[in-house]
């Protein structure tokens, strides 16, 4: 490896992106791995602080626009302090979101478009890909009934269930798609043990 590797994990409500990532985390670490996890929106305080703008349930009146750009916004300051350094460090990011959250969420959810998204998210990321991207895929109903039993609902969770198939819709057409080769579709309503092992599969086929 002349440069780190940055994995992502994609998908909608409850899908279980955090407790994969834990434990990825901790098994690349177990073999000997620098890891870092981030979380999009946030990772740094800067980007955590715009997080709570983002996703507080006081700001229903958020405009679509500030929306885009605020996710952007996010997204810049922890590429900058943050993800980029570490690749250059040659270590492992693992990304709780990243680009593809606002291709499906801003560009084919909410309609801006694809190409204006794409083209934020390369001044954001100073182009930077995901070298490997998992969509963990889950029935909405499914998704909704875990998230409801964890934590508090943010203003984003608080949406209609058809706001939450068309995002599954959109994750699932942008995975079949499969630019760059990158794209991994794994059924997470499996338990937690047989999405960690076909994620592992994946992961040390192409860093071990
Ligand atoms: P979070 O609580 O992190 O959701 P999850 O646990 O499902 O990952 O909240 C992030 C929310 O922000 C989620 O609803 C998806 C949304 N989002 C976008 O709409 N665009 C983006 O670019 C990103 C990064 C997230």
């Known amino acids: 490896m002349t440069n780190g590797y940055l994995i992502s994990f994609e998908g909608g409500e409850g899908a279980g992106k955090t407790v994969q990532i834990k434990r990825l985390r901790d098994k690349l670490t177990e073999n000997g791995f620098d890891v870092l996890v981030v979380r999009e929106p946030g990772g740094t305080v800067i980007s955590e602080q715009i997080r709570e703008i983002l996703l ?6 958020i405009a679509y626009t ?4 605020l996710f952007q916004s996010a997204r810049a300051q922890v590429y900058r302090e943050l993800v980029l350094p570490s690749l250059e460090a040659k270590k492992i990011v693992l990304m709780d979101r990243t ?9 084919m959810v909410r309609g801006f478009g694809v190409d204006v998204i794409e083209e ?10 995901p070298d490997l991207t998992f969509l963990l895929d889950v029935p909405v109903e ?23 198939e068309k995002v599954r819709a ?3 057409k942008v995975a079949k798609k499969n630019d760059h080769g990158r794209w991994h579709l794994v059924d997470a309503s499996k338990t937690i043990d047989e999405i960690f092992e076909e994620i592992w599969q994946t992961v040390s086929k192409t860093l071990l």
């Open 120 to 129: 934020l998210n390369n001044i954001s990321t100073r182009e930077t890909y």
């Open 170 to 172: 959109a994750y699932l």
């Open 56 to 61: 507080s349930a006081k700001n229903v009146g």
């Open 99 to 107: 680009r593809d959250s606002s291709v499906v969420y801003q560009g």
């Open 142 to 164: 499914i998704g909704l009934a875990r998230r409801a039993q964890t934590d508090k609902m943010d203003r984003l969770d608080m949406e209609a269930k058809e706001f939450h």
């Open 66 to 69: 500030t929306e885009v750009l």
